[in-house]
């Protein structure tokens, strides 16, 4: 029985950290009408919610984003990027690959990028 409820827990173990260690997560306060472009990931995002897959080593001194309203650049920059404590346990290789990440909250309505406290 206790073999089975100790196999049982690593199960739920493994299957959080398939679940976390597959992607990075944050929060975009945007000025209205602009979205966040992040070319290392090609991908455009609206304000509030956005995930995408992690960032390689290259993005370690920060995430580079554009701020574009009706297909024109406004802004660009970089966002402060967070080390992921899940690649060092995530296999394969993670720590290689894929270890920055975003952090919770940016607020890109100023002239500079800011966390945020959301």
Do not use: H
């Not at 967070?82 to 909250?105: D, H, Q, T, V």
């Amino acid at each position: 029985m206790m073999v089975r409820v100790m196999a049982v827990i690593v199960l739920l173990l493994c299957v959080v950290m398939v679940l976390t260690g597959c992607g990075t997560g944050t929060k975009f306060v945007l000025p209205e009408g602009t979205r966040v472009y992040l070319p290392a990931k090609d991908r455009t995002f609206s304000p509030g919610r956005a995930k995408a897959r992690p960032f390689s080593w290259g993005s370690a001194g920060g995430i580079q984003y554009s701020l574009v309203r009706e297909g024109k650049t406004v802004k660009e920059g970089e966002l402060t990027s967070n080390f992921r404590l899940m690649s060092l346990f995530w296999p394969p290789l993670a720590i290689i690959y894929w270890p920055i990440g975003f952090k919770s909250c940016y607020d890109l309505t100023g002239p500079e990028a800011v966390l945020c406290n959301n």
